[in-house]
């Protein structure tokens, strides 16, 4: 998800492919925040029946949703068959046995393969800031949501990152960091998007290395590479590299080189229709003044 700039799926797909095998090692941000995020469900009074996990990655929100909702189905998706794949080894024998185990489905987030109102939960942990129109992801969410569904969601604020973009400017206006969609516009396309009584906040962490290497090797690891439509054809040379260490070096604070990471957490409820005296749907006709 980012500003102006349109991500080559295919280039996307490929990359988190390549990192389902290293992707668990290294995503210590991810799976914290997925633990956040499932024990703030824990204040929320929802039981759904089908639950969707909307970019899954290695399924590391499976157990604690299974958990919170053992009697509900979870459909897992993901635009990367490698990570589906690897999603699948977490599933134990006995949920196989008894048939429990969740639905693994490849696909991507603007354009869900699933059917209109057949989702009571829709969770996304740290996956939207891969889409290239946010409203449209939502108003995917919005169709296949169940009227009283409820949305879920991680995703990352402007601040993330905000040390390695400074390092990589690039003369050439060529950007190798994205740029993310602030936590105020995200409440607004919600709202845009017909869901009411959104509810958004932030948390910041920060990571620390040794070296600015050891933060491109953290990002390559869980997938996060460059994977705009306009980036460089060529690999970055070991000048431009060289550069990229040097400009970092400015960030380092007690021996140690931060990279922050601002996340934002949000949830909005798909109003169930108004009803009238015989249970019909009530349809509100607004009239149109007269100059």
Known sequence: MSENVMFDKRAVRRSFDRASSTYDAA????????????ERLDFIRHQPARILD???????AWKGLGARYPAARIIGLDLAPGMLRQAGTTVSWRQRLMRRAPLAVCGDLERLPLATGSIDLAWSNLAL??????????????????????????????????????????PDGHRHVSRFIDMHDI???????????P?????????TYDDARAV????????????????????????WLAAVERKYEVFR??????????????????????????????????AVGRS
């Not at 995503?27 to 499932?38: D, F, I, K, M, T």
């Not at 449209?136 to 296949?144: D, H, I, L």
């Not at 409440?187 to 845009?192: A, E, K, S, Y």
């Not at 958004?200 to 920060?206: A, H, K, N, V, W």
């Open 216 to 239: 491109m090797r953290d990002l390559k690891s869980i997938g996060a590479h460059n994977a705009a439509t306009d980036r460089p054809s060529a690999l970055s040379g070991k000048q």
């Open 54 to 60: 909307a970019g899954c990655g290695t399924g590391n």
């Open 129 to 170: 800031q891969w889409v290239n129109a946010l409203p449209q992801s939502f108003a995917e969410m919005r169709r296949v949501l169940a009227p009283g569904g409820l949305f879920m969601f991680t995703t990352f604020g402007p601040d993330t990152l905000k040390e390695l973009r400074a390092a990589q400017t690039d």
């Open 187 to 197: 409440g607004d396309m919600l709202v845009g998007c017909g869901f009411a009584d």
């Open 253 to 286: 604070r007690d021996g140690k080189l931060p990279a922050t990471f601002e996340v934002i957490y949000g949830h909005a409820w798909l109003p169930a229709p108004r009803l009238g005296p015989g249970g019909k749907p009530v349809i509100e006709i607004k």
């Open 27 to 38: 995503a210590v941000l991810q799976h914290e925040v997925c633990r956040r995020s499932l």
């Open 199 to 207: 509810v958004i906040d932030m948390e910041t962490f920060t990571l």
